[in-house]
Every structure is written in structure tokens, then in C-alpha cells.
């Protein structure tokens, strides 16, 4: 099984629609990120927590808002869509009580398609 | 503000021959650490190799190894013995160790064909 997953894979929604991306972990790691990916311009940090209580704003967040309902999980929620904020969504985490707290894992990614 | 550039938006390699991928970075500052990432077409992310940036000695995991200048702000990943499997966009990716985010800084990537 894999140690991030991401749901759903694939959306097609319409503008002005809320919708949620979800992201869980059994890795048992402390911090998680949610990033975009756009062709031509690699990823970009969109939120960030390094625990339950603590949660940021990354380089892109307009738009954006997340939860963090337990460790384990981390959910991204576009609250009034927008064909722009068409992409790749990735999770990531990494454990910052480890030699390896650098480290972010990926998620399989979510392709969001705005209409 | 720390920058990764990619030079190489696409590259080819035969099969078992050596390829070398180019990426270079700007930063000020002197603790951080550097990845290289392969995203092949399922699109899933996967760490290839790390590097600290205290460290002198380049990484190497299996068929793949960086050579890392530091005074150059150069990280290059040589890719030994291409296989198919390595067909993939490659992502450099820089990140601040102790910096408020631990936030990933990608370049835009390169992707990588190996032709039988």
C-alpha cells in the first residue's frame, strides 16, 4: 500500500465550484505540504503544517484553503474554482524527528481540470 | 530569494549509455541540501538522491550520482547504464535546512528519453 495517497486522482469540475482535495499518510511523519504543479514552472508551495495546531501559507495560497484533521491527514479545498487553478496538486510529508526531516515523500498527485 | 535553474528542458540518451543532467542554483545561504526528483508518466514524484550541502562527498545511489560544486552553486546528476525505466521528467530541487518553511524549490525540469 502506499504511504501517501491522494483522492480523488482526477476532477473535472466547473467554475465556481468548491471543491476538496484529500491527502492521508501512514508514515507516521509530523509535516505535510500541498503543492502545484503547472507545466513549465516545477512545483510551488501552496500550504504547509508542521503539526495538527500549525498551519501556513506557502508562495501561492489565493484561492486556497486546507485543514488538518488529524496527522494523518490533510485536505486542500478550492473554494470558489477557477479555470487557473488547473493543475497537478501534490501532497508531500516529512518527518522532522528523523536525521532525514528535510526530506519530503510524494503523494501520486491529483489532476484538477477547471472548466 | 533562493532560484534552481534547469538549462536542458529535454535531453535523449540510448539505452546503457551515460547521461549527465544539469542544474544550477543560486542562494545565499550556506546549510541547505539538494534533491533530484524523477516524475515518470504516471506522474508520481520520486526522490532519487539527496544531497547535503556540508558534505564534500558527491551522493551516489546505485546507477545514479551528483557531482556537486558548491563554489559553483552546481549540482549535476549522472545517470549510469540508461535504462527504460528512466525515462521520466528529472526535477533539481533546493531546500533552505533550518528556513522557516522547509519549503521545496523546484527548476522547471528536464525530461529525459531513453531510446532503445
Known amino acids: 500500500d502506499a504511504d501517501v495517497t491522494q483522492t480523488p486522482r482526477n476532477r473535472i469540475t466547473k467554475t465556481g465550484k468548491r471543491i476538496m482535495l484529500e491527502c492521508s499518510q501512514t508514515?507516521?511523519?509530523?509535516?505535510m505540504y500541498w503543492y502545484r504543479q503547472d507545466p513549465g514552472l516545477g512545483l510551488r508551495l501552496i500550504y504547509y503544517s508542521f503539526d495538527v495546531k500549525d498551519i501556513n501559507k506557502g508562495e501561492i495560497s489565493d484561492g486556497y484553503s486546507v485543514s488538518r484533521q488529524a496527522q494523518a491527514k490533510f485536505s486542500l479545498s478550492l473554494e470558489s474554482a477557477i479555470p487557473n487553478q488547473t493543475a497537478l496538486y501534490f501532497c508531500?510529508?516529512?518527518?522532522?524527528?528523523?536525521?532525514?526531516?528535510?526530506?519530503?515523500?510524494f503523494g501520486p498527485g491529483t489532476r484538477l481540470l477547471v472548466l | 530569494a533562493q532560484t534552481v535553474t534547469q538549462s536542458q528542458p529535454e535531453m535523449s540518451v540510448q539505452e546503457a549509455e551515460t547521461v549527465t543532467l544539469s542544474c544550477t542554483y543560486d542562494?545565499?545561504?550556506?546549510?541547505?541540501?539538494l534533491f533530484w526528483y524523477k516524475q515518470p508518466p504516471s506522474r508520481q514524484m520520486i526522490l532519487v538522491i539527496r544531497?547535503?550541502?556540508?558534505?564534500?562527498q558527491n551522493a551516489t545511489e546505485n546507477r545514479f550520482s551528483v557531482n556537486f560544486q558548491k563554489a559553483a552553486k552546481s549540482f549535476s546528476l549522472k545517470i549510469s547504464d540508461s535504462q527504460l525505466g528512466d525515462t521520466a521528467m528529472y526535477f533539481c530541487a533546493f531546500l533552505n535546512y533550518g528556513g522557516a518553511t522547509n519549503k521545496l524549490i523546484f527548476g522547471t525540469g528536464t525530461l529525459l528519453a531513453v531510446q532503445p
Open positions: 544531497q547535503e550541502a556540508y558534505k564534500q
Open positions: 542562494t545565499s545561504e550556506n546549510n541547505y541540501y
Open positions: 508514515k507516521g511523519h509530523d509535516r
Open positions: 508531500a510529508t516529512s518527518d522532522s524527528r528523523t536525521g532525514r526531516k528535510e526530506t519530503q515523500y
